[in-house]
């Protein structure tokens, strides 16, 4: 693994794990919110721009993600529904395969 990509990594892995504390807190949201806010006003312009492209990377892997649960649920709805059909007798069982 470059060493690009071990950092991004790491930044993701923790902006991740500070995003699950916030929703996990005992804060009020709105408390969450101002804290949030606090931090990044403090933030130098360089870690902003940081931020924004793992904001976008983010965005970007959880789409990815999305997709690959639509398809494979869309996968194992049809061959639920394939198997349904062989259960009733509807569709002949395919000899020699198990699927």
Avoid: C, W
């Avoid at 693994?1 to 892995?13: A, W």
């Avoid at 699950?20 to 709105?30: I, K, V």
């Avoid at 990815?64 to 069982?93: H, S």
Wanted: aromatic fraction near 4%.
């Amino acid at each position: 693994m470059s060493g690009g990509r071990f950092f991004t990594g790491l930044v993701l892995g923790a902006t991740l794990g500070a995003a699950a504390g916030a929703l996990l807190s005992p804060r009020s949201g709105d408390e969450n919110r101002a804290r949030l806010a606090d931090e990044i006003a403090g933030l130098e312009p360089g870690e902003a721009d940081v931020l924004e492209r793992l904001k976008a990377e983010v965005q970007r892997r959880v789409e990815i993600g999305k997709a690959a649960y639509r398809q494979a649920a869309e996968e194992t709805r049809i061959r639920m529904e394939r198997e349904l059909r062989r259960a009733r007798g509807e569709e002949p069982v395919p000899t020699g395969s198990t699927s």
